[in-house]
Nanobody, 126 residues
Framework: QMQLIESGGGSVHPGASLRLSCASS????????MGWFRQTPGKDREFVGA????????TYSDSVKDRFTVSRDNEKSTAYLDMSSLKPEDTAIYYC???????????????????WGQGTQVTVSS
């Protein structure tokens, strides 16, 4: 089993920045691509961004591209989501997830991810 714990959520004003962290334990972190998803009430979980096992590739949804950055520190078994220029429509519960994908593969479908964190709330409002 792999445990993922998100942290760093909170309430911010539009235009602010926030960093989410996802700490992993229980499995070899290097064996997993890491993804971030978000969900608002009444909507399906939405892909945000992902990073390959060793951080050489990232991909993002169009809605967050150029504002959000996914990174990872394999020594600390932790993934990060740096969010800038936050908008009210970024308000959601944010989840990190782990995908035992091949080393250069990034996937955007939540069904491909084996392990999930419990989520952290991000609220953007004035």
């Amino acid at each position: 089993q792999m445990q993922l714990i998100e942290s760093g959520g909170g309430s911010v004003h539009p235009g602010a920045s926030l960093r989410l962290s996802c700490a992993s334990s229980g499995r070899n972190f290097n064996n997993f691509a890491m993804g971030w998803f978000r969900q608002t009430p009444g909507k399906d979980r939405e892909f945000v961004g992902a990073i390959t096992r060793y951080g050489q590739k990232t991909t993002y949804s169009d809605s967050v591209k150029d504002r959000f950055t996914v990174s990872r520190d394999n020594e600390k078994s932790t993934a990060y989501l740096d969010m800038s220029s936050l908008k009210p429509e970024d308000t959601a519960i944010y989840y990190c997830a782990a995908d035992m994908a091949p080393a250069t593969v990034l996937r955007v479908n939540q069904g491909d991810y084996e392990y999930w964190g419990q989520g952290t709330q991000v609220t953007v409002s004035s």
